[in-house]
């Protein structure tokens, strides 16, 4: 379930917590399923008899109860001082979130989650000496040097990070890439037709990168626990199976979910342009992504993320109207120095013995 959950970038995500609501029932209907209706009979008979006079527990009973009242008084306000607290300013944006996930836990998290996926792709990742997994290599590099030179970046979130490129070559794959903490970098091969060129694939690692740095897996994390809370209260409220989780997603998970995406669009969108790639390449990006969910839609295949991403054509929207400041950024930046301080980065980062890539080699039409 945890891995579901970082695995965010071009697909969608699953829900790290079940709802508990689900959970009790799966274990209550276990329970009971060797029960005659007879017995359930008896049971229940017994039970009102017993407890006939007994007042009702609901979260509605519970507002018109004078201790209920307080104890909910006591709990929302230390929540409220638990938030107010936890909030923190994200890189770039400026966005005010909430995040309670400790750094060490979600790098531990990512740590888990890599060698999870590691267990399920290791037969079809490339070798690091492939042209491909090089390719990547370089682009990605030019987006970390250009997130150090960002002044608004906390270089804390980068230091230490020890980062490696996987390329996972299986076309039966959805288009999908994503950035895992701790610096696991993973493009599977069937996203690299959609890139196109090295300014698409820019656009796409910009954005797994951005999530990262944003910490959009500790703030995923630390929001579960209150959406699980919220679903439980409308449940006790509305008394309709099921009818809570679809509004805790239509009204929260869901419309947080295309923030951080949103977000994660504008962070890379600065970052590619800081690292001189050509920023109207992210509109030409989102645009053949259109063009690739309406023919999967069509095929009966629609794309997982449509429900939890912004629609490529709002995307594209966003990145007309960002595209005045992409440009300013990058020319502000030094896009015509030489590439010693480059590869300086890049040997830190992917190590010395990883060779240059001085042209696009690929196996991959289009790309």
Same mark, same amino acid.
């Given at each position: ?7 965010? =970038?071009?697909l ?12 009790? %029932?799966v274990?209550?209907?276990?329970? $009971? ?8 009979? +008896?049971y229940?008979? $017994? +039970?009102?008899?017993? &407890?006939?006079? +007994?007042?009702?527990?609901s &979260? ?6 004078? /201790? ?23 890189? /770039? ?5 909430f995040?309670?996930i ?24 490339? =070798?690091?000496? @492939? ?16 997130a ?13 990070? +020890? ?8 076309p039966?794959?959805?288009?999908? %890439? ?25 656009? /796409?690692?910009? @954005?797994?990168?951005?999530?990262q740095l944003?910490r ?10 209150? $959406? ?6 409308? $449940? ?11 509004l805790? !997603?239509?009204l ?34 989102w645009?053949?992504m ?21 629609? *490529?054509?709002?995307?594209? #929207? ?10 300013? /950024?990058?020319?502000?930046? !030094?896009? *015509? ?8 980065? #890049?040997?830190?980062?992917f190590?010395?013995?990883?060779p240059?890539?001085q042209?696009p ?7």
């Amino acid at each position: 379930m945890i891995s579901s959950l970082l695995k965010r =970038p071009i697909l969608s995500t699953r829900p790290l917590f079940r709802n508990p609501t689900s959970t009790f %029932a799966v274990r209550a209907s276990t329970r $009971y399923a060797n029960l005659t209706p007879p017995t359930i009979r +008896q049971y229940s008979n $017994y +039970q009102y008899q017993r &407890f006939k006079n +007994q007042r009702d527990n609901s &979260f509605t009973q519970l507002l018109f109860d004078p /201790v209920g009242r307080k104890y909910l008084a006591v709990i929302f306000g230390g929540g409220t001082l638990f938030y107010l607290t936890h909030r923190e300013e994200a890189p /770039v944006s400026s966005r005010k979130r909430f995040i309670w996930i400790p750094r060490w836990l979600e790098l531990k998290i990512g740590n888990h989650t890599y060698k999870s996926i590691l267990r399920e792709t290791g037969n079809s990742i490339l =070798p690091e000496n @492939h042209p491909l997994t090089k390719k990547v290599e370089s682009v990605f590099g030019k987006i970390v040097e250009a997130a150090y030179k960002d002044p608004a970046i906390d270089k804390s979130l980068l230091d230490g990070i +020890q980062w490696r490129i996987h390329v996972v070559n299986d076309p039966t794959q959805p288009p999908n %890439a994503f950035v895992l903490p701790g610096g696991k970098v993973f493009v599977f091969s069937s996203i690299l037709g959609i890139c196109k060129n090295e300014d698409g694939l820019a656009t /796409v690692l910009s @954005h797994e990168f951005s999530h990262q740095l944003a910490r959009h897996t500790s703030e995923n994390l630390s929001k579960a626990p209150l $959406y699980a809370m919220v679903s439980i209260l409308l $449940y006790s409220v509305l008394g309709v199976n099921g009818l809570d989780n679809l509004l805790t !997603d239509g009204l929260l998970r869901m419309p947080a979910s295309r923030q951080m995406e949103t977000e994660a669009d504008y962070i890379g969108l600065m970052i590619m342009a800081r690292a001189c790639f050509n920023p109207s390449e992210a509109i030409n990006l989102w645009k053949r992504m259109s063009d690739f969910e309406r023919k999967s839609n069509m095929n009966g295949a629609p794309l997982e993320f449509l429900s939890t991403h912004p629609a *490529s054509e709002r995307r594209i #929207q966003n990145m007309e109207k960002w595209m005045t400041q992409a440009y300013d /950024v990058r020319e502000q930046a !030094d896009c *015509s120095a030489t590439t010693s301080y480059y590869k300086d980065i #890049q040997n830190s980062i992917f190590g010395s013995s990883l060779p240059q890539v001085q042209s696009p080699l690929s196996p991959f039409p289009g790309f």
